[in-house]
């Protein structure tokens, strides 16, 4: 991922480990689906992480804002490349609320607004 993006360690530090390392946190173990691509434990990371990296091999092909100068691509690429890893990143996040019903072990239902997950849990797919 850092190879795709001109950015030094620092900036990549900034920008990008730390929305990455919260996404992990919150999608820990879930699978990225219950019976298609990437049904494993931790396939929701892995899944999210391989999207990131194939969005940003596709980016460099892009300049954006398209129809504007070069000067203003330039000087907007990376804030463009940023949103495009986010998004990336983020497009499956829905699932950890409406397909997965998660409760710790103690019975208590956890939601993903309410942090990541930090006691033993378990998880289901919800019926539909």
């Known amino acids: ?50 999207i ?8 460099q092909s892009h300049l954006l804002p398209a129809g504007t100068t070069p000067e203003a691509q330039a000087a907007q690429a990376e804030a463009w490349t940023a949103g495009t890893a986010y998004a990336a990143l983020l497009h499956d996040v829905g699932k950890v609320a409406v397909d997965l019903h998660v409760e710790y072990a103690d019975g208590t239902v956890w939601h993903p607004w309410h942090g990541p997950l930090r006691r033993p849990y378990r998880f289901r797919y919800r019926k539909e």
């Open 52 to 59: 990131v990296a194939y969005a940003l091999k596709l980016r």
């Open 1 to 50: 991922i850092w190879q795709r993006t001109s950015l030094s360690r620092r900036q990549f530090a900034t920008l990008y480990l730390g929305p990455l390392e919260r996404y992990a946190e919150l999608v820990q173990q879930f699978p990225a689906s219950e019976s298609h691509h990437h049904a494993y434990p931790g396939g929701m990371l892995d899944h999210g992480l391989e």
